[in-house]
T-cell receptor, first 114, second 111 residues
């Protein structure tokens, strides 16, 4: 299993540009999450999904959109990038079907908006 | 309100000294509690969970339901323990399942 994969690893955007951060998991997890981690700070939840076709806002959703058309994929869309969106973005997934509820994280995407 | 509080943003200790990273939570019910660790420029990974009651890399954490705490402890810190540590809880809320992370504590172990 590859676990949770994210692309790209790094990206530099100009103000006003848009992009999609990709996230894929091959563990058949029903829950998926997007977090941002600003320099020296903790995690903040952007959006999450409890299954294909179902998404919900986290604590910092403004400026982002998500979709969940399949169990495996949970892309995060940035429209009109702003310097405040400079951060490291982590995707995570977990499953609630018995056992422990561990979240598995991707390697992160480091985004800079100039 | 459901919340995970890590009161220390930064904790510096000398190598060989004991370490205690504090975590308090607020949750109506019986959540599952976790500690995650993030080493420099790496992804977050699970360190330990309260239900397994195990010691990982010398770290232990005891769930105190009376004080709603889940502090992480290690008797003798090592330089390789320097990392960001997150406390988290998970539990059912309003028909869905919530996963809440604390703001994290950066541990620096000094030589």
């Amino acid at each position: 299993n590859a676990g949770v994969t994210q692309t790209p690893k790094f990206r530099i955007l100009k103000i006003g540009q848009s992009m999609t951060l990709q996230c894929t998991q091959d563990m058949n997890h029903n829950y998926m999450y997007w977090y941002r981690q600003d320099p020296g700070m903790g995690l903040k939840l952007i959006y999450y999904s409890v299954g294909a076709g179902i998404t919900d806002k986290g604590e910092v959703p403004n400026g982002y959109n998500v979709s969940r058309s399949t169990t495996e994929d949970f892309p995060l869309r940035l429209e009109l990038a702003a310097p405040s969106q400079t951060s490291v973005y982590f995707c995570a997934s977990n499953n609630l079907a018995g056992g422990s509820n561990e979240q598995f994280f991707g390697p992160g995407t480091r985004l800079t908006v100039l | 309100a459901q919340r995970v509080t890590q009161p220390e943003k930064l904790l510096s200790v000398f190598k060989g000294a004991p370490v205690e990273l504090k975590c308090n939570y607020s949750y109506s019910g019986s959540p599952e509690l976790f500690w995650y660790v993030q080493y420099s420029r790496q992804r977050l990974q699970l360190l330990l969970r309260h239900i397994s009651r195990e010691s990982i890399k010398g770290f232990t954490a005891d769930l105190n339901k009376g004080e709603t705490s889940f502090h992480l402890k290690k008797p003798f810190a090592q330089e390789e323990d320097s990392a960001m540590y997150y406390c988290a809880l998970s539990g059912p809320t309003s028909g869905t399942y919530k996963y809440i992370f604390g703001t994290g504590t950066r541990l620096k172990v000094l030589a």
